[in-house]
Nanobody, 119 residues
Framework: QVQLVESGGGLVQPGGSLRLSCAAS????????MSWYRQAPGKERELVAR????????TYADAVKGRFTISRDNAKNTVYLQMNSLKPEDTAVYYC????????????WGQGTQVTVSS
């Protein structure tokens, strides 16, 4: 069975940091692009960051560029999102995504973890 389990969310003050983790199982992790998305209440889900399966090339939303870093450890089947200099507008549910659609016809989502940035 396929599973993506996010962890590391919580309440943090503006300017603080959090590190999100997504543990994957049930599929060949190293064959999939991994991404973090986020969604605030009443807003569209948006791509935050993406990392390729092997080359490690990354993509970031303009709103987080320079503050967030996505990384992956294929040996541990885990993708991370290091979030620094957090702002209130970063408040959202953050979702882990595994994308192998172009070769495997499969995309998987985690259940999400809440990040709240507030003083």
């Amino acid at each position: 069975q396929v599973q993506l389990v996010e962890s590391g969310g919580g309440l943090v003050q503006p300017g603080g940091s959090l590190r999100l983790s997504c543990a994957a199982s049930g599929f060949t992790f190293g064959d999939y692009f991994m991404s973090w998305y986020r969604q605030a209440p009443g807003k569209e889900r948006e791509l935050v960051a993406r990392i390729t399966n092997t080359a490690g090339r990354t993509t970031y939303a303009d709103a987080v560029k320079g503050r967030f870093t996505i990384s992956r450890d294929n040996a541990k089947n885990t993708v991370y999102l290091q979030m620094n200099s957090l702002k209130p507008e970063d408040t959202a549910v953050y979702y882990c995504n595994a994308d192998g659609s172009w070769h495997f016809g499969a995309t998987y989502w985690g259940q999400g973890t809440q990040v709240t940035v507030s003083s």
